[in-house]
């Protein structure tokens, strides 16, 4: 099988980098830029077109088997792949009561990319990594065994993905003194710091509760880059409650920032890594002459 050509698909690489007039950074001597990782695909945006690729091109041709939520990005990212590059895709859904329903639009995109969806109960769905449950899961989607499909961790996040994200911070090497960026299960970061230059520093918004993610991101870079790699931090602060929860402050926050700059903020991510680094720039956590950049990394439903 020859190497996928990607370039098929005109990703807008490196993704455009543009300056945001803020006063609530300007009022501390920071300037504020976007780097707009949401433009590079209009059907696999942001990180996931910088985690995929590389799967991609590692998976020569085999169907392509994930995990995810009922409305996770990075299997429709998946879906849409294998619905334009021409290869199988198969969905493993946490929720088996979810079978039983109607999809929700995002599963429902997917299916329409001809994506096989798969729905585990939760209990499956924790112990996934363990060889004999991806077994059987294999075995009840019609597949004999593991070397039959390319299976990519949830949440698309694995050492291939981490160094396809080093290109984001190749693309900022020079651009930026920090770079703020939402992390669900901290691929992107990890890849992004390992790719920033001497004196550049990466802040991390979990946008999950829980506190695990700084081992999560220090054993993804010790399995793609072979130890710690970058100045890297990570502010738990801004979760607001945990994935997919919103608080008044928070909606108000992002109808606000889409009034101020003109872009719609995805509300998953995007908005609570925005929040988190306006309140550090409102609290004069940088010093002036500071440059700071937010990575964009996906797109809001609106704007799809
Ligand atoms: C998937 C996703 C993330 C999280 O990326 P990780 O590599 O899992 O940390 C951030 N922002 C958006 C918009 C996403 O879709």
């Known amino acids: 099988m020859n190497a996928l050509d990607l370039s098929t698909l005109h990703p807008r690489l490196p993704s ?65 792949a294998g619905r334009l590059l021409g290869f199988g895709t198969i969905g493993v859904v946490r929720g088996d009561e979810l079978a039983a329903r109607p999809l929700n639009p995002s599963l429902s995109q997917c ?56 290109a984001l911070g190749h693309e900022l090497r020079e651009a930026a003194d920090v770079v703020a960026i939402a992390c669900g299960t901290g691929g992107t970061l990890a890849g992004l710091a390992a790719g920033l230059g001497q004196g550049q520093r990466a802040i991390g918004f979990p946008v999950l509760k829980g506190g695990f993610l700084g081992d999560a991101i ?58 988190g680094l306006t309140a550090l720039a409102a609290g004069g956590a940088f010093p002036p002459g500071t440059t700071v950049v937010a990575v964009i990394t996906g797109q809001s439903d609106s704007s799809r």
């Open 218 to 275: 220090r054993a993804l870079q010790r399995e793609a880059f072979g130890g710690p790699a970058g100045d890297w931090s990570l502010d738990e602060r801004f979760h607001f409650g945990g994935y997919a929860r919103t608080t008044p402050e928070l909606d108000a926050f992002a109808e606000d920032f889409e009034a101020r700059h003109h872009l719609a903020v995805e509300r998953l991510y995007v908005a609570k890594a925005l929040y």
């Open 111 to 166: 299916a329409a990319d001809g994506m096989t969806l798969h729905f585990v109960d939760r209990s499956t769905y924790r112990a996934k990594d363990d060889p004999r449950v991806l077994q059987s899961i294999l075995r009840a989607v019609g597949r004999g065994g593991v070397e039959d499909v390319y299976v990519v961790p949830e949440g698309g996040s694995n050492a291939l993905a981490a160094q396809g994200c080093t």
């Open 16 to 80: 455009p980098l543009h300056e945001a007039e803020d006063e609530r950074f300007t009022r501390h001597g920071v300037r504020l830029l976007l780097k707009r990782d949401d433009l590079i695909h209009p059907d696999l945006p942001g990180n996931k077109w910088r985690k995929l690729a590389p799967n991609l091109q590692a998976a020569t041709g085999r169907p392509l088997l994930t995990f995810g939520g009922a409305y996770s990005n990075h299997l429709r990212a998946t879906a849409a």
